[in-house]
Every structure is written in C-alpha cells, then in structure tokens.
C-alpha cells in the first residue's frame, strides 16, 4: 500500500500572486492525477521483476511474475514477451550443454525476429558443422546487412559443407561479393570440386558470373562442361546459344547429350538438323535427348525412338516418356511387368503425365512391406534424365553402414506430393490407404497435401482419420489438420488436452542434412517424421499461429511447466507470434 502525506496548511493563510496562483493550478492537477502513477507502480514493479528473473535464469518465477503482471494490466505486453524471449535465448545459446545451446538456435530461428541475429551468429563459430549448417538456414533467411556479413563471414569455415552452403546462399541472394566469394573457393579446391559451381555461378545471373559460367563450359573437365551447360539450359540462358551449339560437334557422349537437351530447352531451330543427325546416334541417351529436343521444336517424329527403347525396358526412355504426351498406354503396360524398376519408373513417368493408372505401381513405392525397400535416383550419363533404382535396406547398409535415408524418404515424400495433381478422387484413394496401411512416415505430408485441398472429400478423409481408435498417430494429426482448418468440433480441445499430455516430450529431433544439391522440394532442415516430435511441434507451430490470447497464454504454461529441454524453442514460436 502507498500513503503520501501532504502538508499545505501553510499554504491556507498565504497571499498567493498570480504567479503562483497558476503554479498552484499545476500542482492541483499533478496531486489529482498522482494516484493513477502511484495505482501503476505495482505493475511497474512486476515487469522488472519479471525481467530481472528471467536474467536470473529463473524461468518459472519469471513467467509467474509476467502472469500477475498481466492481471494487473489486463492486456498482455508483445515488447515485453520479445524481451523475455531474448533473454531466454541469449542464456540458453551461452549453455555449455550441447542439446541446450542447439535448442536455443532452433528457437533463435524460428522467431524470426532480426533481434535474434546475434544468437544465430554463435552457431557460425561453433566447431559441430551440422550446428553451423542450421544457424545458416536461419541467418539465411533474415533479410539484413547483418546476416550478408554473416553468411561472408561462414565462407571462412574450416569445413567445406559450412562454405559451400553459405556459397548457395550468397549466391540465392545476388550478394555483391558473392562471385569474388565463390570463386576464390572453387580455385582453393581439387579440381573434381569444380563441377559443383557452374549452378552457384548460374543462380547469381550478373555480367561477372555470366563470365565465370562462360569460362566453364570451355573447361577442360566434361564433368564441368556438362554442368554448366546444364544450368545454363534450365535457367533459359539463350544468350549462351552461340558457345552451346559448338558443343553439338563434339564426341563426347554425355556432353552431346546435354547439349542436345539445351537445344531443347532454349528453343534453338538453327540447331535442328544436327539434332537429327544425333538420332542416328550409337548411344541411346543421345538419341533420346535428340529426339526430345526436336519435339520441343514442334517435331514428334522421332518419339517412336524412344518408344521402341522403352518397350526393350530402357529405364531413361521410359523416364524420357514421361515428358510427352501420347504414350501413356506403353507406359501403363510396362507398369503390369514383372521386373520391380520397370514398373517404378513406368508409374513415375506415368505420375508425371498425371494419368491415374500409375497408383498400383506408386503404392509400390510409398507404402513399405517385408522387401524394405530404399529407393536412390540414378541420372543418365549427360544427367539429364533421371531414374529411380529401388534396392533392400539391408543390401545397402551391407555396402555403406553410414549412408544416408534421408534421401530416400525425400524421393517417396516428393512423389507424394505429385499425386496431388491426379484427380480428386484418385488421390484420395490413395490417402485413404496410406491411412489404413498406417504409413507413419508419409502421415504428416499426406495430412498436409488434404489440408490444402480443402474440399468436402478431403475433409471427409481427414474426419474419417480423426475417428481411428487403433491408429493414435494419424487420429492425432487429423484433429490438428481439421483444428487448422477451423471445422466445427472437438478438435481445439483434442489438440490443447494432447499437447498438455506430451509436456515432458523432447520436441525437437532433426533429419541428417542432405547436401543443397541433392534436396528434393527444398525440404532442407526438416524435422524428423518421428511421432511425438513431428506432431507436437506442427500442434504447436499451430497454436502460436492463432496469435490469441488464449493461444498466447497456453505457450506460456508450456515453457513454465513443460519440458525444460522444450522451451527455447517454445519461446521462439510465442516470439514469432507476438512480433
């Protein structure tokens, strides 16, 4: 309680001027409004409280303070939770403890906030590399001076996938120094690294990248060559005709390949007929990529090449028929054989002309069973075709126990996501199974492909997956799914009780990194498929992002009481929410 005495009696038997009748008057009006400022003090003094705690490391009393801070103010402070937030971060990121210190930069980073830059900065200088692979898919996301000097700065990493990754995103970015940056690397490097920076030299497009890239498809390595003039098609390059159509000449089978398929894609006539001189060629990837070519340029004659090829169960001619119309029928034969990469790669090729035949074939793929399949792409000699092996786990845990399945689960994931444009119906069948089959792994990317379908039959399937007793993990994400959508139910309250459960889970587990060049989607830095993790994380990522009172207050009692592992990056999403 706060008491002031105020003694004026002396001022009654006083003559007051004119001067000090208007002081008076100014004085009368600071003592009416003086209990307002002192009513305010006690709020006052749980904010420093609050933020002084939380500078304590005593996270539970902070938040408690923060809580009766908003009681007396009725409303909740966005500044104040920033400020809170910062200062959890700045001492999770300074804990010599390493899941610690990754959890902080998981949350520096899913704010989102520029005031987080300096958190994510600790993660550049830490010795883990994958550690400073994450902080630079974060730093590279925040649009600041700041986060270029830090991104120059990871150039100078004593690890090559830290460079080479910052070298991507410089180049993503245009950065001014980004040519002088990657070139300086690339001359560092044994020459077989060269072939990874003609697409870092393509991405930039400015005149002194344009110069480097011309450099390299006169190189003296095909590997560079091919690269090059493989960026250089994909990105639409037809100022780089002139150099390109000399390299049609050339009896290199895999840069006559490329060049062939850079015809193709720049829409060069001057090129057409040595592209059908390349028809009658004795490798059957440079006739493919001739015969391509041309039906890019209006001629479909030479298709049958690769038809014929195709029936002989050439795996890159079937993958070749996938890019044209009118084979879809020998493509849906091929998928009836009983060779297992026939049939993958006849369903692919048939999932890209968006024909519905190819489901029995692509369930193959996606749904596992006792063979324990991976699947590994394998491109063409010119790599401008690509075809899908499917090979036993064990075969190939036998032949390198440190690879990589990520990669894998990627292929089946991006597959999945190109049976979206099949029609409605089909699709939907093919969700309904993977729910039956209880394809954990393809559960939260099939939730998401139906959430932002958004129709009446995807709802349908999504209430139906809600309603599953024997299958928690896929009722679990049909609620969240439908609570996302806002549909009339239980679901906010289904997801709020579960979340409450899962308050000891460890939230976070990450997939092992692929390599910028080999992501399919950009799914880089992904959460791990596993149940709990992926689930709580989406169900929290899904609260944050109501930006409610309620969803605010619900993430404060999670950092207060749940997992103490959890709250770094907790706190980052209520950051993000309140920016």
């Avoid at 990871?154 to 080479?164: G, I, V």
């Avoid at 939907?428 to 492909?449: E, G, H, K, M, Y």
């Avoid at 944050?544 to 969803?551: C, F, H, L």
């Amino acid at each position: 309680m706060y008491k002031v005495e105020l003694k004026t009696t002396h001022l009654a038997n006083t003559k007051l001027t004119l001067y000090d009748k208007r002081h008076m008057t100014i004085f009368k009006i600071c003592l009416a409004c003086l209990p307002l400022a002192l009513l305010a003090t006690p709020s006052a003094d749980l904010k420093l409280q609050s933020l002084f705690l939380m500078q304590q490391n005593k996270i539970e009393e902070s938040i408690g303070k923060y809580r009766e801070y908003t009681e007396v103010t009725g409303r909740q402070d966005f500044e104040m939770l920033q400020q809170m937030g910062l200062t959890l971060l700045q001492k999770g990121i300074q804990s010599p403890d390493h899941p610690t210190f990754l959890m902080a930069l998981f949350g520096a980073g899913l704010s989102g906030s520029t005031r987080a830059i300096e958190i994510l900065e600790h993660g550049i200088s830490h010795p883990d590399p994958q550690t400073q692979l994450l902080s630079l898919h974060f730093i590279s996301k925040i649009e600041d001076d700041r986060a270029d000097e830090l991104l120059n700065r990871a150039m100078s990493s004593d690890y090559l996938s830290t460079r080479m990754e910052a070298a991507f995103y410089l180049s993503l970015r245009k950065h001014p120094h980004a040519v002088g940056q990657i070139e300086g690397l690339m001359f560092r490097l044994p020459p077989m690294f060269k072939a990874f920076f003609p697409s870092l030299f393509a991405l930039i497009g400015t005149t002194d990248a344009t110069a480097a890239l011309k450099r390299l498809i006169e190189d003296t390595d095909a590997n560079v060559r091919i690269e090059s003039i493989l960026q250089v098609a994909q990105l639409g390059r037809d100022d780089f005709l002139p150099l390109l159509r000399k390299r049609l000449s050339y009896s290199h089978v895999a840069e006559l390949e490329a060049s062939s398929f850079a015809m193709g894609a720049l829409k060069d006539s001057v090129s057409i007929p040595k592209l059908k001189k390349l028809t009658n060629s004795s490798g059957d990837n440079v006739k493919i990529a001739a015969a391509l070519a041309l039906a890019s340029l209006g001629d479909r004659s030479y298709l049958t090449s690769i038809e014929d090829l195709a029936k002989k169960r050439n795996l890159f001619a079937i993958a070749a028929l996938g890019q044209v119309d009118g084979f879809e029928d020998t493509l849906a034969e091929l998928t009836k054989t009983p060779d297992l990469q026939i049939r993958i790669n006849a369903a692919i090729s048939l999932l890209q002309r968006r024909d519905s035949r190819c489901l029995p074939a692509l369930l193959e793929i996606l749904i596992e069973d006792k063979r324990d399949l991976a699947f590994q792409p394998f491109p063409s000699v010119g790599r401008t075709l690509n075809v899908f092996k499917a090979v036993p786990l064990a075969e190939l845990k036998a032949k390198d126990p440190s690879v990589n399945f990520s990669y894998s689960l990627a292929i089946r994931e991006h597959l999945l996501r190109e049976a979206i444009h099949l029609p409605e119906k089909v699709f939907l069948r093919l969700a309904s199974t993977l729910f039956a089959r209880q394809q954990n792994d393809l559960v939260p990317c099939t939730i998401s492909l139906l959430e932002n379908l958004q129709t009446e039959g995807a709802k349908t399937v999504l209430q139906e997956g809600a309603a599953k007793t024997t299958a928690p993990l896929i009722r679990d994400y049909c609620h969240l799914a439908l609570y996302r959508l806002k549909e009339e139910g239980p679901y906010e309250d289904y997801i709020n009780r579960w979340v409450t459960q899962q308050r000891g889970a460890e939230i976070i587990r990450l997939r092992p990194i692929l390599p910028w060049k080999f992501r399919m989607d950009q799914s880089d830095h992904a959460l791990t498929p596993e149940e709990t993790s992926k689930l709580l994380i989406d169900a929290f990522f899904a609260i944050a992002s109501r930006r409610n009172e309620q969803s605010i207050s619900f993430l404060l009692d999670a950092i207060q009481h749940g997992n103490p592992q959890n709250r770094y990056v907790l706190m980052g999403l209520l950051m993000r929410a309140t920016e």
